[in-house]
Each structure stands twice: as C-alpha cells, then as structure tokens.
C-alpha cells in the first residue's frame, strides 16, 4: 500500500478543503450554486401544479448542472484574463549576478 492518503488527516482540521477553496474559488461558488438549486428544487416540488415528476425533475438537473458549468466557466475566464491580458510578472527563481 501506498503511504500516501486521498483522506484528511483526523487532525487536519479541513486544511484540504480550505486549499482548495484558495486555488480555485469558483468551484466552490458552483458547489453552492448547485446546493441551493437542489434546496429551491426541493421547496418547488411541492408547488409543481400538473407537471409530472420526470419533466420536473429533468429541469432541476438541467438548472443545478449549468450553474456549476456557468460558476466554473467564469472561472476560467479569471484566470485567463489574469495570464494573458494583466500578466502579472513571475517572480524568477534564480538569482540574478549584476557585474
């Protein structure tokens, strides 16, 4: 077995989570978006009117799995628009010998 571990640490505390939260916010922006489509589908159900549980259920899949593709698409655009339009400078590892 490998010593290495997919799984946080008891004692971690949710340092992965919050890593992640860090390198990519928009995700976890999606996540929420997805959450919350879920919660209102579910309050919704119960005001459907005729419409039947498979159409109903079909649009909520389709409204929760395009807020997670809009939040992350918005994602990528950032991070574009930070690399290629702003460029910020990369700090160089080596150091630099004025003669």
Do not use: W
């Amino acid at each position: 077995m490998s010593s290495k571990s997919y799984f946080d640490e008891p004692g971690d505390g949710g340092g992965k989570l919050s890593k992640k939260a860090k390198d990519s916010p928009f995700m976890v922006v999606g996540l929420a978006g997805f959450v919350a489509a879920g919660l209102i589908g579910a309050y919704k159900y119960r005001h459907r009117g005729t419409m039947s549980t498979s159409v109903f259920l079909m649009q909520l899949r389709v409204a929760a799995q395009g807020t997670v593709v809009g939040c992350l698409t918005l994602g990528l655009a950032y991070t574009m628009y930070n690399q290629y339009i702003v460029k910020k400078p990369k700090e160089d590892k080596f150091i630099q010998l004025k003669l």
